[in-house]
């Protein structure tokens, strides 16, 4: 037993304990910074509360968490780009700003 | 795609208390020369009334809001979806705004309807008397499962040896077993969407196909189609829906505006790109 507890650490394949810790990282980081995949979670949740697959309860709890997460990530890419105070904002929302319209049809294509 | 400048509505550095002033928030754009009201269902939970504001034969269905951004939350995402529902209701064909599109005043909404007034009738008048219906299709994977291993000649011998065989050369026999079945699983679920595709089609002018959200989805789709075969098009989702009852369950929503067909955005002008 004691030899056990002491032997893993040794035993352990070191390299693809490093791996997995990496992975970890990786997808954390990424999971963090991207905007698609918390989006994508947002309808998953709205798709499981029509389904009945969660209740509203559940819906009110993880709302706001993902909401919160995805104004973080905005926040930071905001950051990241160094915008000014100005564009701050997200477009729909600036009425101060010099905004151009864009009217696409996907139809078309 | 179609890009016309607005000019600004006007100068000097963002108030810090944004939220204190109120604005306008746009839903859609209509065509419709008259004024008209649609009740107090504006969003942002303070009742404000929707109604026109116009150029020429457009309008913009607005209500007065705080200048916020607003979460697409499920509460904001449907107040805004609700308006756009009553003005089909009401007859019109609204081409959507993005969510969350505010405005300073109904003049910057003038200049804004002004300038864009090309571009908008050319997709109202395209967009005339169309709508949207969306098309969402869980399958139930253990029923589809069940039929593959009862069906497919190759996965039910491969599982007979299996379950004969007391060898360890079994472990190999599960592996491809495993992946005979996913890639019959895949094939299955490419058939369905396939066969539902092809089966709305002529009902449909156009459709497109989103990614399927979670792992029990496999169809995702939203379909544009005229209004005067709104009727046709319902009875053919039954119908397909029969089809495959046990196996397939379908979840279908509409009529909305076309929110899949048409886009309209606003973007910042960033002066210091060339």
Redesign the interface.
């Known amino acids: 037993m004691i030899f056990k507890l002491l032997g893993a650490p040794i035993t352990l394949p070191m390299a693809g304990l490093k791996f997995v810790f990496q992975q970890i990282a990786d997808l954390a980081d990424q999971e963090l910074n991207d905007e698609n995949a918390v989006r994508?979670q947002?309808?998953?949740l709205?798709?499981?509360?029509?389904?009945g697959d969660i209740d509203e309860d559940d819906?009110a709890e993880q709302?706001p968490e993902l909401?919160a997460r995805?104004?973080d990530i905005k926040a930071r890419k905001r950051a990241e780009m160094e915008e000014s105070?100005?564009?701050?904002?997200?477009?729909?929302?600036?009425?101060?700003?010099?905004?151009?319209?864009?009217?696409?049809?996907?139809?078309d294509e | 795609m179609v890009d016309i400048s607005v000019p600004e509505s006007l100068e000097g550095p963002l108030p810090s208390a944004q939220d204190s002033e109120t604005g306008i928030y746009v839903y859609s754009i209509i065509e419709c020369p008259e004024p008209r009201t649609f009740g107090k269902i504006g969003i942002g939970g303070r009742g404000d009334g929707v109604y026109t504001v116009h150029y020429k034969d457009l309008a913009a269905v607005v209500s007065r809001s705080l200048l916020v951004v607003y979460d697409p939350t499920r509460e904001n995402v449907l107040a805004h979806e609700h308006v756009n529902e009553v003005i089909i209701e009401e007859g019109f064909t609204p081409v959507p705004m993005s969510f969350g599109t505010l405005f300073k005043t109904e003049k910057d909404i003038v200049e804004f309807l002004e300038d864009t007034y090309d571009a908008l009738r050319d997709v109202l008048v395209k967009m005339k008397d169309k709508l949207e219906f969306g098309l969402r299709v869980n399958w139930a994977r253990e029923e589809v499962l069940a039929e593959i291993e009862r069906d497919d000649e190759g996965i039910r011998r491969l599982k007979e040896e299996i379950s004969k065989s007391q060898q360890s050369s079994t472990y190999f026999a599960r592996m491809q077993l495993g992946r005979m079945v996913e890639q019959a699983l895949a094939d299955k679920s490419d058939a369905y969407v396939r066969d539902i595709y092809e089966y709305l089609r002529e009902a449909a002018i156009a459709s497109r196909s989103n990614k399927p959200i979670g792992d029990k989805m496999i169809m995702n789709a939203a379909f544009l189609v005229e209004r005067d075969k709104a009727g046709q098009f319902d009875q053919k989702v039954t119908e397909i829906a029969q089809r495959y009852e046990g196996k397939l369950s379908f979840r279908y929503t509409g009529p909305w505006p076309p929110y899949n067909f048409v886009t309209i955005r606003l973007q910042l002008e960033r002066s210091a790109v060339v």
């Open positions: 994508d947002l309808l998953l709205q798709v499981q509360l029509e389904d819906f709302e909401l995805l104004r105070a100005d564009e701050e904002l997200p477009p729909e929302a600036n009425v101060q700003a010099r905004r151009r319209v864009v009217v696409e049809t996907p139809f």
